[in-house]
Structures are given as C-alpha cells and as structure tokens.
C-alpha cells in the first residue's frame, strides 16, 4: 500500500470531506490500488479476488456506523471498472460515503465506473453520499459512469445524495431500485456542468410493495455549451406514492433535457412529477445587485445557493 | 441629496405601437437628513419611482443626480455601491439562499452570525428562529417583508428607499416598524430615507410629503402642510365612480 500524494489528499477531502484515515470501515482505493483497508467487528470489507471491487457485509442490526469507499486517480489515461456489492442486514443503520475524484493533468482520457449494488436488509436504514469532482488541465477527459442498483426488502429505507459540481467532463448515471414493501427511497441529485462536459442522468424506480415510497429530486446547472439529460421513471405496482422532481436552471449556452415517466399499474399508486427549466429569474439578480453586488456576483451566489 | 430632474418613463402598450407615459416629468429633491414619504392612489407610479432611482429601469428622458453626480446612466450595482439601497415591494423569493446569506451579503463584510441576527430583531423577527431558514415560498409573505426590511438595514444606506414596508405586516408588528423608522430617522446624521407608503402612521413620522397621481407629481411639501389636506379628501380617485365594477373591467 501506496501513502497518498498531495494531489490525492485534496482529491480525497473533496470527495469524501477526508483529512486524516477515517473511523470506522474504509478502503481507499488510488490509481487501481487500495491505499488503505480497514474493516470493524460489525462491517467487513472483503476485495473481491480480480481486484475490480469490494464486497462489504453489515451484520444485522449494526447501529450508527460509517462506512468510507472513496476513489481517486490522479495518473492519465487509467480506465477501471470497479464493483461494489453491499449487504446491509436486517435492522441495520449505516452512513456510507462513496465519491470520485479524478485529476487529470495529462492528455489521455482517465475513466472510472462504478457499479455499485445495494442489498438492504429488511427495516435497514441506508445514508448514502457519492460525490464526484474533476480537476487538472490535461486535454485527456475526466470520465464518471456510475452506476447504482438498490434491492429494499420491507421497510428499509435509502437516502441517497449524489453532487456532481466541478470539472467532470462526461458522465452517464444510471440509477436502478426496487422497492418491496414499505421501503422507502429518497434521493437528492445536485449537478452542475460547464464547458463542454455532458451528464446524462436515468433513473428506474420500481415500487412492488404495498406503501412503498420514492422521491427523486434532481436540482442542476448547465453553462456554458455544456448538456445534461434527465430522465425518470417511477413505476407503481401496488398502492405506493411517487414524487419526481427536476429543477434545473441554463445559462449561456447550456442546454438540458428533463424526461420525467410515470407508470401506474395499481390503482391506489399516487405519481407526481414536476420539471422546471428556465434561466435565473431576472428579479433575483436585480435583488443582489442592489445589495451591491455586480450581475456575475449575483449570478455565483445564486446558484451555490441553488446548489448548496 | 438625490435630484431628480425632469423625469419620464414609457412603455410599449400592448398593441406594441403606442407608448405609455407612467411617470410624467417628475422633478423632485430629496435632500439629506430628511425623511420624505410618497403617497398616492394606486397604480400611480411610486414604485416605478423608486426602480428609476434605484435603476432597475432608466428614464426614457430626464436625469437623476445623486450628491452632484449624474447617476442616470449607472447600473443597479454602481448606484447601491454609492449608497442607494431598496426595499422592494414584493420581496424576492430564493432557492436554497438562507436568510443569514442575504444579510452578510448586503453588509457585504465576513459577518457573524451573532451580528446578523441583530438586524432579524430589529424588524421583529425572533433571529434564531429565521436565520438558517431559506428565502423561500416556505415563508410567509409577511416574514419575507420584513427579512426584506432587514437586508437593507444591514446595507446602512446612505439613501434608503422603501416600497409600502407595512404591506402585509400584522397590525402588532406595525408598531415595531414605526420604530424602526423613527430609530433611522433619529440617527439619520449623513443620510436620507424615502419611504412609500399609504400609512397615516407613516406619513405622520415624515419631514416631507410627496403625493404622486397619474404619473406626475401632484403635491409635495412639509408634512404640516400636506396631510391635513390629505385626510380631508374622501377619495383618491375623485374622478371615478367608486364602488361600481363596470362590466368587461376587474376590480383589483
Ligand atoms: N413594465 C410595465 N409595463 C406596463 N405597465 C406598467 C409597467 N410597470 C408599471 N406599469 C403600470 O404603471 C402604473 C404605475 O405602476 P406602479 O407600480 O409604479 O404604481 P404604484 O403607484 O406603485 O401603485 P401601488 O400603490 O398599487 O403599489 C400601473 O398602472 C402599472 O400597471
Ligand atoms: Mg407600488
């Protein structure tokens, strides 16, 4: 095991809020290598044996404990594939901080997927942050794919946030869960992309149980010449209810496309979807500025608000 | 001291051709050290004023000079950071901007959040309560007025404007606001307040009145000579017949 470089200190408290070896689970994972593992009495972080990925076990009933899996590359033009299997058993309440951060200073693309599956227990408890930061000014691409699948057994619940703000070039999210019942799923999906960068972003919710909810909620900016899609689909197969929500604001030449789906197949099943895209309203711009603020001023404190 | 020289504003009418004059040549002074309110029927043109002045629109002709220099022209930001501030009428809503955001930033120093809730109590609002909360529709138009009232108190403008601060205020709070007023007017040394307002309350603290009617201005003088006159009259409008809606037109 490699100590971490300068570089990937910074990259690690971008993505994960790291300055020191976390408590409880970890594993670092830096250029293709673990950099560091930790597992405790209740939580096992096993690698799987091609060394493409972890599989972590949380005993059933395992209260209050963290888990840390954040991932940096700093070398051009590395492409890895990763999986992550997480077991969390029945009862069980765990905090789990994912991210990739990814510096690119050379001129090959470097590429990181990670697929990520979530086994949750029944009545298990989920906090999940994932977030993604790109920086170095090599011509070769910062590339993010993640993907993440989530089985809730009865009356589990999942709380996900995923930010994806600063200097990923290209990114394709796919976001798969099945709900049994009374699981319970909210996700928060904050986005922002300039330059040229591109981030498609898809989500299926499949709510099978009785009194299952889901609420996916997606706040984004795109600048620039930058692009981003967003599509949701929530299907209802019992009584359950559904919210999808994007709210996104364009400026310069940014452009998004938001696809929000709903699919009733029980008649007690309640869907919602609400999409508002627009630039930033003129009168909260004007509001800054007689603060004294100058229009760009404005236009930065708004949307770290938007995004905050 | 803020002069305004000759000022109009128009705007295309709906059918795209004619022209609409909402303010007709005001000229008027607001000099230091006083407070001077405006009032007039509705839809006569106050809060055009007052976005004239703070320079949300520009005047089709006329100028606007502020202690000697010729601020027709200057954007929103140039004029604020001369020391015009503004209280809107409507206040703005946010998304994910926190109330102690918008108080450091029109203090526009590193300010503790200690200092920032002075100026929550100041207006009423009991500061821990509100601090950390988001400038919203999550709250109440009259909390938003008065976190509106309290951005520009944070400013410390040298001419501070008010659209209607009482609007949508609750008749406890009112009182507050009154001293609110009657604070910044007692320490007004090197500065100026212009309120709008159809308040008696309010019109009693001012130095001057201006009533503004049909765009232009209709009277303006000090407070002893003006409001009598005000209180005498039985309508706004006298030259409309109150009470009827004719057919085809919506009351307000
Ligand atoms: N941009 C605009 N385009 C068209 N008409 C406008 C515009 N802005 C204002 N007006 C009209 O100009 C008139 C004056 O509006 P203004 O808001 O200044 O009135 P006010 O005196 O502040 O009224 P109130 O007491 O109701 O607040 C109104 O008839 C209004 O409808
Ligand atoms: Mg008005």
Same mark, same amino acid.
């Given at each position: 095991m490699k100590p971490l470089d300068e570089i990937q200190k910074r990259l690690l408290s971008e993505v994960a809020g790291l300055h020191a070896i976390p408590e409880g689970a970890?594993?670092? $994972?830096?250029? *293709?290598?673990?950099? @560091?593992?930790?597992?405790?009495?209740?939580?096992?972080?096993?690698?799987?044996? =091609?060394?493409? @990925?972890?599989?972590?076990? /949380?005993? %059933? @009933?395992?209260?209050?404990?963290?888990?840390?899996? %954040?991932? /940096?590359?700093?070398q051009s033009g590395l492409k890895e594939v990763v999986y992550n299997d997480f077991y969390i058993g029945e009862g069980a309440d765990v905090f789990i901080v994912a991210g990739c951060g990814i510096d690119n200073c050379g001129p090959q693309d470097s590429e990181h997927d990670g697929i990520h599956r979530f086994y949750v227990g029944k009545g298990a408890k989920v906090r999940y942050v994932e977030k993604h930061y790109g920086s170095g000014d090599g011509r070769g691409k910062r590339i993010l794919n993640p993907g993440t699948e989530v089985y809730q057994e009865e009356d589990s619940s999942v709380e996900m946030e995923m930010v994806q703000i600063k200097g990923v070039d290209d990114t394709n999210r796919v976001t798969k869960a099945e709900l049994a019942k009374g &699981? $319970? #799923? /909210?996700v928060r999906e904050r986005l922002m992309t300039h330059g040229d960068q591109k981030a498609l972003s898809t989500y299926t919710v499949e709510m099978n149980g009785e009194g299952s909810s889901s609420d996916v909620v997606s706040r984004s900016v795109a600048r620039d010449n930058s692009y981003q899609k967003f599509d949701a689909v929530l299907t209802g197969n019992a009584p359950c209810t559904g919210h999808t929500e994007c709210d996104a604001i364009i400026m310069d030449n940014g452009r998004i496309l938001a696809v929000p789906g709903l699919e009733a197949n029980d008649v007690d099943a309640a869907l919602v979807h609400e999409a508002a895209i627009g630039k930033i309203a003129g009168d909260q711009i004007i509001k800054l500025m007689t603060l004294g603020l100058t229009e760009s001023e404005a236009e930065e404190q708004i949307v770290n608000g938007f995004l905050k | 001291m803020l002069e305004l020289k000759n000022i109009s504003f128009q705007v295309a009418g709906e059918k795209g051709d004619d022209r609409i004059e909402i303010v007709r040549n005001v000229s008027l002074t607001i000099p230091d050290e006083k407070l001077i309110v405006i009032t007039g029927p509705n839809g006569g043109g106050k809060s055009t004023l007052a976005r004239l002045i703070m320079g949300i629109e520009k005047p089709t002709s006329g100028q606007i000079l502020y202690n000697g220099e =010729?601020?027709?022209? #200057?954007?929103?930001?140039?004029? &604020?950071?001369? @020391?015009? +501030?503004? &209280?809107?009428?409507?206040p703005v809503r946010f998304k994910g901007i926190e109330v102690f955001d918008l108080i450091r930033l029109a203090t526009g120093t590193k300010l503790s959040v200690k200092d920032a809730c002075q100026y929550l109590s100041a207006v009423g609002l009991c500061a821990r309560d509100?601090?950390?909360?988001?400038?919203? +529709?999550? #709250?109440? *138009? +009259?909390?938003?007025? $008065?976190?509106?009232?309290a951005t520009v108190l944070a400013k410390k403008p040298q001419l501070a404007v008010f659209d209607e601060p009482e609007a949508g205020i609750d008749l406890w709070s009112f009182q507050n606001l009154i001293e609110v007023f009657e604070g910044m007017r007692a320490n007004i040394q090197g500065s100026s307040i212009l309120i709008i307002s159809h308040q008696e309350r309010i019109l009693s603290i001012a130095d001057e009145i201006v009533v503004i009617r049909d765009g232009q201005l209709a009277l303006h003088g000090p407070k002893e000579e003006i409001l009598p006159t005000l209180l005498g009259t039985d309508s706004a409008v006298p030259d409309c017949k109150m009470g009827t809606v004719t057919k085809g037109e919506t009351a307000e």
């Open positions: 970890y594993n670092i $994972r830096a250029n *293709g290598t673990s950099a @560091g593992r930790a597992s405790t009495a209740n939580i096992e972080i096993i690698p799987r044996e =091609d060394g493409k @990925g972890l599989t972590i076990k /949380v005993k %059933p @009933g395992t209260k209050n404990e963290s888990i840390h899996i %954040p991932v /940096v590359m700093t &699981a $319970r #799923l /909210v | =010729d601020i027709t022209e #200057l954007s929103v930001t140039e004029r &604020a950071r001369r @020391g015009i +501030g503004f &209280a809107f009428q409507q509100y601090i950390n909360r988001e400038v919203s +529709g999550s #709250l109440s *138009g +009259g909390e938003l007025k $008065r976190i509106e009232i």
